[in-house]
């Protein structure tokens, strides 16, 4: 079955306790991006890799890092945790950007810095 | 002016009625188009790529205006199953740029 993965998907933690989320595809996708969801801002985007160690910020990369050693991971990492960074957030992987290329999204982690 | 908007709603309607949700895009240099789906607090989903010439699938059907730089989606027969975010999608090149969401609640 075409999905990506997600861990974990609930964490709570404590301020500045370096953390990292994983996500993997098994689509052999070029494309994939972490984006992050916050009531009253939708998603944005805060980093994305065009292939395997190619990777760039996105709009809200502070505080974030990512690395893609492999075509199918693309950890998200939380160096020193805030609470400003309590998000619900999503990994996504696609073939490209363009017409008809669909985003596959994974299940979400949902984070919580207290 | 933000890169996509939409009308946040919510948009409330009967099962049966007809809704039209809006979108408008700022990067004229935009190429793809997309609406996507999602249920509360779940991944969003791709309902429809939105091509030029506009597209249709089953109650469904999207437009584009490129020089409007308008998109929309119009929902026929609303189902209760219907009921979700709905999401304006745009390719900026580099990233999806997503629209806040359009929330759309069918009731029996």
């Known amino acids: 079955e075409a999905q990506v993965t997600q861990n974990p998907r609930y964490l709570i933690t404590v301020t500045g306790k370096k953390l990292t989320v994983t996500c993997s595809q098994n689509m052999n996708h070029e494309y994939m991006s972490w984006y992050r969801q916050d009531p009253g801002l939708g998603l944005r985007q805060i980093y994305y890799?065009?292939?395997?160690?190619?990777?760039d910020k996105g709009d809200v990369p502070e505080g974030y890092k990512v690395s893609r050693k492999e075509k199918r991971n693309f950890p998200l990492i939380l160096e020193s945790p805030s609470p400003n960074q309590t998000s619900l957030y999503f990994c996504a992987s696609s073939l490209g950007l363009g017409q008809g290329t669909e985003a596959f999204f994974g299940q979400g982690t949902r984070l919580t810095v207290v | 002016r933000k890169e996509v908007e939409q009308d946040p709603g919510p948009f409330n309607v009967p099962e049966g009625a007809t809704v039209a949700f809006n979108c408008t895009y700022s990067?004229?240099?935009?190429?793809?188009f997309f609406w996507y789906r999602q249920d509360c607090r779940k991944e969003p989903k791709l309902l429809m790529s939105v091509y030029s010439s506009g597209n249709e699938d089953g109650r469904f059907t999207a437009q584009l205006n490129r020089a409007s730089q308008y998109i929309s989606l119009l929902i026929r027969d609303s189902k209760l199953s219907d009921s979700a975010t709905y999401l304006c999608?745009?390719?900026?090149?580099?990233?999806?740029?997503f629209g806040k969401g359009t929330t759309l609640s069918v009731s029996s």
């Open positions: 890799s065009m292939n395997v160690e190619v990777t």
């Open positions: 999608v745009v390719n900026k090149g580099t990233a999806l740029i």
């Open positions: 990067n004229s240099a935009s190429q793809s």
